[in-house]
């Protein structure tokens, strides 16, 4: 390189160091006591950057190019390009002294800049899987943006704070990611063009600690978070942009933005912070390439445009038993048995938010009983001495300022109904209130949800801007959206009829819900009653259209259950009926079993005030299953047998005999097939009597297994001889139905009677397709169970691990601790059997 090549250089990286001028780089160098005595003027400047000094340079000029590194170098890889391009390879004493110091400069920086980070948070709980997320998330990055959201209070910033020390802690491995620092930045009440330049300000306080460079009137932060300050001008908005862009070219940094707000122009700031488009960059690590990294790691309230987010990770409140250790850490006592049990109900009051638990935990420290706490907290989660500092509500409003006027009102709707979970149909007909400009706009709004109108056919504009404010709620961390409920991971043939929107569901939280019901938009008592009762009809046209359909009901569970509630404060005995049959399906997931017990309880009620026999015998027929699933045999034989005791009033339909069946399976899980074979000769007895030949077909497989299980195998072969006569020609182009399905359960039991293994399991995966399809987790576990015994008996000991594997996961959906202890005990008992087995690996188990 010669003197004009390096001139130009030279000036190259003067600008990219914000010196714009040669007069700049001069009046910096005169304010430098150890560079003041090198006569470095402008001139000087002028004719090294023009080429017109010798080169290489010899005696003052080279001492003076080698001076000028302290200024235009900022890492030692920086250094290294400099000392090659002004060919300073052979130092002598004194610069070799002076190269060392600048080197020992940087690593000191390096060092330092490390510092520049947050208060780390006392306590983190909870946290550690997202904390290793994150940490792994941001190493692997080579240029990006990755944000961190979540509701206000949940620990966002305390989950961030958390990850780069972590980071920071890491020496050699930060100098290998991010050699330059890790820097963070807080942005509390940052918005629009002012917000930006108050960043850019604050940037430019860290990297140029001599505020003379930089114009005085940039970046002034906002005094408060609600203020509106003149707009800045573009101009300097563009300079203060390039200053800091130019300033963190070829820089490896990590930089914190904790708190933006949800109307802070990230993509603007993007642009200056990684100095080029996202797109132009793989968000991955390249070191290959030679590229600097340059991550940004931001928090907010909101989601920003997936066009600038390379990675996003959403904290959600602690799970529940994390929640209590972290509340009970606080009070630092000992806890009595109705202490733990109130410290339960006031971390689930506040939602396993951690900013309440702490706020409820210093209200108990102050000597508040908790049970009078948790009282408290049940009623209003924001309590005013829950809140002294109001920090939290704080936060609230700054959450819900974005709001406008209609979806203030419409979220105050929502909160009001008191349900925390949701679809989108259901949040449509909630938020149906007419606009009190007429009489006759009012009255068309009313009628937009009659009982007998289809729920398909609401208003579609409508649903739409419901949709559209839902999606904009949850954008920005006011509701979450989700699953309504989860399923067993099976092929499941999926049902044509079920709802437009199965897919969309919604949670409110109960901090949310109860600040918005106390602090947004008033509503009157008559918007409030209408939106009940337009709730009210959408749940009777729902429970009327999917009738028996598990899925669709657990979409709208929480709906229909607040529904049926009401119905029951009501005292309309026809509806409670109604209502019970069409929560029946789901009746051992309404959140625990005594809603379950509460529903039927309460459905029989009903039938007997209205001197209805088949339904009072068909809801205690479901009450005894309740108890039965749970493993309380005495009452589930109790209340069948209860049932059967009613007289008929006319002749029943052969549901009503069910009980018969319940009282087999009883004494089947207490192995007496002898009286269980009894009972369903009693029920098949029945439906022939009623020519209900596909039941009774079914009813037949059923004795054939206990036949079988007895070891009476000729017998179980008539049985299904018999069964299987029953059934019509099969069309196997067809679309699956009942008569296949029932052809399944025969054909699986012929398996078992002769021995075939392999269709046996066929025909148990298409039983258990069936079942996972009506969401009957208990007869898919007792199914699987029954297939896992004969799988012992046929030494097939890997599939009856994974048979009892699938009744333990089928477990989970809903409580059936007598069908987990068999399938456990099953495995006990088959443990030194599996041993033995000949080339079995330990990995099959």
């Given at each position: 390189?010669?003197?004009v090549?390096?001139?130009r250089?030279?000036?190259?990286r003067?600008?990219?160091?914000?010196?714009?001028s040669?007069r700049v780089?001069v009046?910096?160098?005169t304010?430098d006591?150890?560079?003041?005595?090198l006569?470095?003027?402008?001139?000087?400047?002028?004719?090294?950057e023009a080429g017109?000094l010798?080169h290489?340079?010899?005696?003052?000029?080279?001492?003076?190019?080698?001076?000028l590194?302290?200024?235009?170098?900022k890492?030692?890889r920086e250094?290294?390009?400099?000392l090659?391009a002004?060919?300073?390879?052979?130092?002598?004493a004194?610069?070799?002294?002076r190269i060392a110091?600048?080197?020992?400069?940087f690593?000191?920086q390096?060092?330092?800049?490390a510092?520049?980070?947050?208060p780390r948070?006392?306590r983190?709980?909870?946290?550690?899987?997202l904390?290793?997320?994150?940490?792994?998330?941001?190493?692997?990055?080579h240029?990006g943006?990755?944000?961190?959201?979540g509701?206000?209070g949940?620990?966002?910033?305390?989950l961030?704070?958390?990850v780069?020390y972590?980071?920071?802690?890491?020496?050699p491995g930060r100098l290998?990611t991010?050699s330059d620092?890790i820097?963070a930045?807080?942005?509390?009440?940052y918005r629009?063009?002012?917000?930006?330049l108050?960043l850019?300000?604050?940037i430019?306080?860290?990297?140029d600690p001599?505020?003379?460079?930089?114009?005085s009137?940039r970046g002034?932060?906002p005094?408060?978070?609600?203020?509106?300050?003149?707009?800045p001008?573009?101009?300097?908005?563009?300079?203060?942009?390039?200053?800091?862009?130019?300033m963190?070219a070829?820089?490896s940094?990590l930089i914190?933005?904790d708190d933006l707000?949800?109307q802070?122009p990230l993509?603007?700031?993007m642009?200056?912070?990684?100095?080029?488009?996202?797109?132009?960059l793989?968000p991955?690590v390249?070191d290959e390439?030679?590229?600097?990294h340059?991550v940004?790691?931001?928090?907010?309230?909101?989601?920003?445009?997936p066009a600038i987010?390379n990675?996003?990770?959403?904290v959600?409140?602690l799970?529940?038993?994390?929640?209590?250790?972290?509340?009970v850490?606080f009070i630092?006592?000992s806890l009595?048995?109705?202490?733990?049990?109130a410290?339960?109900?006031?971390?689930a009051?506040?939602?396993y938010l951690?900013?309440?638990?702490?706020?409820?935990s210093?209200?108990?420290?102050?000597g508040?009983p908790l049970p009078l706490?948790?009282?408290?907290?049940?009623e209003?989660?924001?309590i005013a001495?829950?809140d002294?500092g109001?920090?939290?509500?704080d936060?609230?409003?700054q959450?819900?300022?974005p709001?406008?006027?209609?979806m203030?009102?419409?979220?105050?709707l929502?909160?009001?109904s008191g349900?925390?979970?949701?679809?989108l149909?259901s949040a449509?007909a909630?938020?149906?209130?007419p606009?009190?400009?007429s009489?006759?706009?009012?009255?068309?709004?009313?009628h937009?949800f009659e009982?007998?109108?289809d729920?398909?056919?609401?208003?579609q504009?409508?649903l739409?801007?419901v949709?559209?404010?839902l999606?904009?709620?949850?954008?920005?961390?006011?509701v979450?959206?989700?699953s309504?409920?989860p399923t067993?991971s099976?092929?499941v043939?999926?049902?044509v009829d079920?709802?437009?929107h199965?897919?969309?569901?919604?949670?409110?939280?109960p901090i949310?819900?109860?600040?918005?019901?106390?602090?947004l938009c008033?509503?009157?008592?008559e918007?409030?009653?209408?939106?009940?009762?337009n709730?009210?009809t959408?749940?009777?046209?729902?429970?009327?259209r999917y009738?028996g359909e598990?899925?669709p009901?657990m979409h709208?569970?929480?709906?229909?259950?607040?529904?049926?509630?009401?119905?029951v404060q009501?005292?309309?005995?026809a509806h409670?009926?109604?209502?019970?049959?069409?929560l029946a399906p789901?009746?051992?997931?309404?959140?625990g079993?005594?809603n379950?017990?509460?529903l039927f309880?309460s459905a029989?009620q009903?039938?007997?005030?209205?001197?209805d026999?088949?339904?009072?015998r068909?809801f205690?027929w479901?009450?005894?299953?309740?108890?039965?699933?749970?493993?309380d045999f005495?009452?589930?034989?109790?209340?069948?047998?209860?049932?059967?005791?009613?007289?008929?009033?006319?002749?029943?339909p052969?549901?009503a005999?069910?009980?018969?069946?319940?009282l087999a399976h009883?004494?089947?899980?207490h192995h007496?097939?002898e009286t269980?074979?009894?009972?369903?000769?009693q029920y098949?007895?029945?439906?022939?009597e009623?020519?209900?030949v596909?039941?009774?077909a079914?009813?037949?497989?059923l004795?054939?297994?206990y036949?079988?299980?007895q070891g009476?195998k000729?017998?179980?072969?008539?049985?299904?001889?018999k069964?299987?006569s029953?059934l019509?020609?099969?069309?196997?182009?067809?679309?699956?139905?009942?008569v296949h399905?029932?052809d399944?359960w025969?054909r699986?039991e012929?398996?078992?009677v002769?021995?075939d293994f392999?269709?046996?399991q066929?025909?148990?995966?298409?039983?258990?397709t069936y079942l996972?399809?009506?969401e009957?987790?208990?007869?898919?576990?007792?199914?699987?169970?029954d297939?896992?015994?004969?799988a012992q008996?046929?030494a097939?000991y890997?599939?009856?691990?994974r048979l009892?594997?699938r009744?333990?996961?089928a477990?989970t959906y809903?409580e059936?601790?007598?069908?987990l202890?068999?399938?456990?005990?099953l495995?006990?008992?088959?443990a030194e059997?599996?041993?033995?087995?000949k080339g079995?690996s330990?990995?099959?188990?």
């Amino acid at each position: 390189m010669d003197g004009v090549q390096f001139g130009r250089w030279f000036q190259a990286r003067r600008h990219k160091c914000g010196f714009a001028s040669q007069r700049v780089l001069v009046g910096r160098v005169t304010s430098d006591p150890a560079l003041q005595g090198l006569a470095i003027s402008e001139d000087f400047l002028a004719r090294l950057e023009a080429g017109l000094l010798v080169h290489p340079f010899r005696g003052r000029v080279r001492q003076r190019v080698l001076a000028l590194a302290e200024l235009l170098c900022k890492t030692p890889r920086e250094l290294n390009a400099y000392l090659h391009a002004a060919e300073l390879s052979e130092l002598d004493a004194g610069e070799a002294t002076r190269i060392a110091l600048l080197r020992q400069r940087f690593q000191v920086q390096h060092h330092q800049r490390a510092l520049l980070l947050p208060p780390r948070p006392a306590r983190l709980v909870g946290r550690e899987t997202l904390v290793a997320q994150l940490v792994g998330l941001l190493r692997q990055m080579h240029s990006g943006l990755c944000v961190v959201t979540g509701m206000p209070g949940v620990g966002k910033s305390a989950l961030a704070a958390e990850v780069v020390y972590v980071l920071a802690s890491d020496q050699p491995g930060r100098l290998r990611t991010f050699s330059d620092g890790i820097m963070a930045f807080p942005c509390t009440g940052y918005r629009g063009k002012s917000g930006l330049l108050a960043l850019l300000d604050d940037i430019m306080s860290v990297f140029d600690p001599h505020p003379s460079q930089r114009s005085s009137d940039r970046g002034k932060k906002p005094e408060t978070s609600y203020s509106h300050e003149a707009m800045p001008d573009d101009s300097d908005l563009t300079k203060a942009m390039n200053r800091v862009r130019l300033m963190l070219a070829n820089s490896s940094l990590l930089i914190l933005l904790d708190d933006l707000d949800a109307q802070f122009p990230l993509q603007q700031a993007m642009g200056a912070l990684l100095g080029q488009s996202q797109q132009a960059l793989s968000p991955y690590v390249g070191d290959e390439n030679g590229r600097a990294h340059r991550v940004v790691l931001a928090t907010s309230r909101s989601l920003f445009s997936p066009a600038i987010v390379n990675q996003h990770v959403r904290v959600e409140p602690l799970e529940a038993e994390i929640a209590l250790d972290y509340f009970v850490s606080f009070i630092q006592c000992s806890l009595n048995a109705e202490d733990v049990v109130a410290a339960r109900e006031i971390v689930a009051a506040v939602g396993y938010l951690p900013l309440a638990i702490e706020m409820a935990s210093s209200v108990a420290m102050m000597g508040m009983p908790l049970p009078l706490l948790a009282h408290r907290l049940a009623e209003n989660p924001l309590i005013a001495t829950l809140d002294t500092g109001h920090d939290l509500h704080d936060r609230l409003g700054q959450a819900f300022a974005p709001l406008n006027a209609a979806m203030h009102r419409r979220y105050a709707l929502l909160a009001a109904s008191g349900i925390l979970s949701f679809g989108l149909e259901s949040a449509a007909a909630l938020c149906v209130v007419p606009v009190h400009s007429s009489e006759t706009c009012a009255e068309n709004e009313l009628h937009l949800f009659e009982k007998n109108q289809d729920v398909a056919a609401q208003s579609q504009v409508h649903l739409a801007d419901v949709a559209f404010d839902l999606a904009y709620f949850a954008r920005h961390s006011l509701v979450d959206q989700g699953s309504p409920a989860p399923t067993v991971s099976m092929p499941v043939a999926q049902k044509v009829d079920r709802p437009a929107h199965a897919s969309t569901y919604f949670h409110f939280h109960p901090i949310l819900r109860a600040y918005a019901s106390r602090h947004l938009c008033q509503l009157k008592p008559e918007d409030i009653e209408m939106a009940s009762g337009n709730l009210q009809t959408f749940a009777y046209a729902y429970i009327e259209r999917y009738a028996g359909e598990s899925r669709p009901l657990m979409h709208e569970r929480d709906v229909l259950w607040a529904v049926f509630l009401r119905t029951v404060q009501d005292g309309c005995s026809a509806h409670i009926v109604q209502f019970a049959q069409g929560l029946a399906p789901i009746s051992c997931r309404l959140h625990g079993i005594e809603n379950g017990k509460y529903l039927f309880q309460s459905a029989i009620q009903a039938s007997q005030s209205l001197r209805d026999r088949y339904h009072e015998r068909i809801f205690l027929w479901c009450l005894g299953r309740l108890y039965c699933q749970r493993g309380d045999f005495a009452l589930a034989s109790q209340t069948w047998l209860e049932a059967l005791d009613i007289p008929p009033s006319r002749k029943f339909p052969v549901q009503a005999w069910l009980p018969l069946l319940g009282l087999a399976h009883l004494a089947h899980l207490h192995h007496d097939e002898e009286t269980a074979e009894k009972y369903i000769e009693q029920y098949v007895h029945y439906c022939l009597e009623d020519n209900d030949v596909l039941r009774s077909a079914s009813l037949y497989a059923l004795l054939a297994r206990y036949a079988r299980l007895q070891g009476h195998k000729d017998a179980a072969y008539l049985y299904v001889d018999k069964g299987m006569s029953m059934l019509p020609p099969l069309d196997f182009a067809a679309v699956a139905s009942p008569v296949h399905e029932v052809d399944a359960w025969i054909r699986l039991e012929l398996a078992r009677v002769t021995n075939d293994f392999a269709a046996s399991q066929e025909y148990t995966e298409s039983a258990a397709t069936y079942l996972e399809q009506e969401e009957d987790y208990y007869f898919l576990a007792d199914l699987l169970l029954d297939q896992a015994y004969f799988a012992q008996s046929q030494a097939q000991y890997a599939d009856m691990h994974r048979l009892v594997n699938r009744v333990v996961q089928a477990s989970t959906y809903i409580e059936m601790p007598h069908l987990l202890q068999c399938g456990m005990q099953l495995l006990q008992s088959t443990a030194e059997a599996r041993l033995t087995v000949k080339g079995l690996s330990h990995a099959q188990f």
